[in-house]
Every structure is written in structure tokens, then in C-alpha cells.
């Protein structure tokens, strides 16, 4: 199955900008709409990519943007519900549905599918978890289009919104830090690796059909990876790990703020760990990249004291 062009919804986000940069240097073409696509023009210097004006929710606008395209991948997601984008069901479950029929009007009949590790209807502990899983059951509910879905655990690299969003708390934050759920457990995974595994899937019919867990190479708690995180900064911060009630406290307070930094939804999406039983990038033939070769490259470089920490490292 050749692939020249592609849409990728959500194309525009931190997974998109990786992935739209790996496809582009196979010379497949990318169309990513976008609700804000003057906000994306960094994505135009890509040969062969396209973000263009679309309301993905419109299925005559959907069909239009899949229209030509050898393949569609989606990786539209919201960690948390807020008034002008809708809550989890409209991203996580509507949207898919309407895919899947832009999908058949298209003619096209190749989905790549952005899920989530723990995803899962009945027994996600969270709204994100379970719509997320809703979701994913039905883009494999029809037989006429071949779909493969990823099931990342967090993702990480340059642009992430987790190390960087540490990164942000723990320099905002001058005291000892309050960490919520601090002994949730994780297998970060790179974006990079996230992306190569859509770019492998793409034309392989043996993914056809198939979910796959993705995961890093190395275990770490919460708390580890936000001191990991201070030690990359440079940062001499005491972490002061919160109970369970204290945590639901924090959450509730902070779900408030603008920006949402942290929420209920979250803290219950953190009460199951995040790790894989079997890595579907090991299966893909990907060696799943550490931390450690990637992080302190952009985390190490926002301040003074992280890039005197990475030349202590270094020597
Ligand atoms: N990052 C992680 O650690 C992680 C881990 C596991 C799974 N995932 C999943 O991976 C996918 C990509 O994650 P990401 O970190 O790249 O997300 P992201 O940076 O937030 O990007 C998501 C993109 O989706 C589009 N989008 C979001 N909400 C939308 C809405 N209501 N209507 C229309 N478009 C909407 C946005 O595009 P416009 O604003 O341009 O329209 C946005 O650029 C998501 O499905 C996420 O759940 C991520």
C-alpha cells in the first residue's frame, strides 16, 4: 500500500509536529486542519505540509479534508473538559464517529488512531480514560476501514507538555513542592519513537487491526520524574509527596486555575499505572529511546542552572 498524502487531525499538537516532520522527510504530503492554522505557520517550512481552516466536526468539512488522502491519522485528545472545546465525549468519542463516516464518504480506508495506555470503557478509572477507550472501540467497529490504534504511556520530548510543564511549576513554585499521587507509576516514551511506530504502521497490513501499547525503557514514580526533572533544571527542591486526600485537595483547587494545571479527572487518571505488558515498539522492531539521551537536551537548556547541571553531567 503506497502512501503519498495524508490528514492528520490534531496534526498541529506536540505529537503532530514530530510526526508531520518525519513524514515530510519521506516526502508524504500532510494536510493538518486546524481550528487555528495562523497559529501553525511553523509547520509550513515543512516541504509537502499543509496546516489549512477546518471545523473537524463538520462532517461535509471532513470529507472535504480526507478527500485524496491515501490515509487519515487522528490524534485529537484533551486532558481535561473546558467550556469552548467541548468535554472528553465530543474529542474523544463524537469525533471519532464522524471520522469513521468522513472516512467511507472519502473513499479512504486506512485510519491510524491515537488512543491512550489504560484506555478503556468499562474500566478506566477517569473520564479522559474511559472516553478515550469508548473511542477507540469504535474506530475498530467497522469492518471497511483498516485501523490501527497507539496506546501511549506520557510522552515526552522537545515541546512536551509534562517535563515542560514541571519544569514551569517547579520555577514558579520556590518552596518545597506539593506533589500529588506521587507514587504513580510511568513508562515515558518518545515522541519520536511515537511517531516512527505510526510511520511503520502506515503501510504494513500486519498492523491492520491491531492496538498497540507503547512504553519506554525505564520505570519511574511520579515523584522521580519531577525530581528528575529539578536536577535537570538545576533546582534544589525538597518534594513533598501529598496523601490521597490532600491530593484530591490539590487537584480540586488547581482545576480552577486557568490553564487547568491539574485536575479530579487527572488525579484519577493517575490510580492506575501506566505501563505496558507488552511494548508494541519492540514488536514494531523500535528501541525505545531513555530519558536520559533525550531530556536534559530541552529541559537542561530553559535556565542557567540547568545548563551548568547538563555540563556536570556531561564532564
Ligand atoms: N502527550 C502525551 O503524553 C500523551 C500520552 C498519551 C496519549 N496522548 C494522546 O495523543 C494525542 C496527541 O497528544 P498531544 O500531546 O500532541 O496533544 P496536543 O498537543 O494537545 O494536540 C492536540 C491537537 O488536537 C486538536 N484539538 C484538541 N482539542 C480539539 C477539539 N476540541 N476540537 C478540535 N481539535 C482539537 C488541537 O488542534 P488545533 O488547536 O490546531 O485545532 C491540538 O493541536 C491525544 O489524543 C492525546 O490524548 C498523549
Known amino acids: 500500500m503506497k502512501i503519498n498524502r495524508v490528514c492528520i487531525l490534531g496534526g498541529s499538537g506536540f505529537v503532530g509536529h514530530h510526526l508531520a516532520c518525519r513524514l515530510a522527510r519521506r516526502g508524504i504530503q500532510c494536510r493538518i486542519p486546524s481550528r487555528h492554522p495562523q497559529r501553525h505557520r511553523d509547520l509550513e517550512v515543512l516541504p509537502g505540509v499543509r496546516p489549512v481552516a477546518a471545523d473537524i466536526f463538520d462532517p461535509a468539512s471532513l470529507k472535504a479534508q480526507f478527500s485524496g488522502c491515501d490515509a487519515v491519522i487522528n490524534l485529537v485528545g484533551i486532558l481535561n473538559e473546558s467550556g469552548d472545546e467541548g468535554g472528553f465525549r465530543r474529542a474523544h468519542v463524537e469525533l471519532v464517529d464522524r471520522v469513521m463516516e468522513a472516512c467511507k464518504a472519502a473513499g479512504v480506508t486506512r485510519l491510524l488512531h491515537m488512543s491512550a495506555l489504560n484506555a478503556d470503557r468499562e474500566r478506566g478509572p477517569s473520564r479522559y480514560l474511559s472516553t478515550k477507550g469508548e473511542g477507540e472501540n469504535h474506530a475498530h467497529g467497522h469492518p471497511e476501514i483498516r485501523v490501527t490504534s497507539f496506546r501511549p504511556s506520557v510522552i515526552f520530548g522537545p515541546g512536551d507538555s509534562f517535563f515542560n510543564r514541571f519544569a514551569e511549576l517547579l520555577g514558579l513554585v520556590p518552596a518545597p513542592f506539593p506533589l500529588a499521587c506521587p507514587d504513580a507509576r510511568f513508562a515515558p516514551v518518545y515522541v519520536g519513537d511515537v511517531a516512527d511506530a505510526f510511520i511503520r504502521a502506515l503501510a504494513d497490513p500486519a498492523t491492520w487491526g491491531r492496538r ?104
Open 212 to 315: 498497540y501499547d507503547l512504553c519506554g525503557p525505564r520505570i519511574f514514580t511520579l515523584r522521580e520524574l519531577v525530581r528528575y526533572s529539578a536536577d535537570n533544571l538545576g533546582l534544589a527542591r525538597p518534594i513533598i509527596g501529598l496523601g490521597d486526600s490532600a491530593s484530591i485537595l490539590q487537584a480540586r483547587i488547581l482545576e480552577r486555575l486557568p490553564g487547568q494545571p491539574f485536575s479530579y479527572d487527572n488525579y484519577l487518571s493517575l490510580q492506575v499505572d501506566s505501563l505496558c505488558r507488552h511494548n508494541g515498539l519492540i514488536e514494531l522492531g523500535i528501541e525505545p529511546a531513555d530519558v536520559d539521551s533525550i531530556v536534559p537536551l530541552y529541559l537542561g537548556a530553559r535556565s542557567k542552572q540547568g545548563r551548568l547541571a547538563r555540563l556536570r553531567r556531561l564532564t
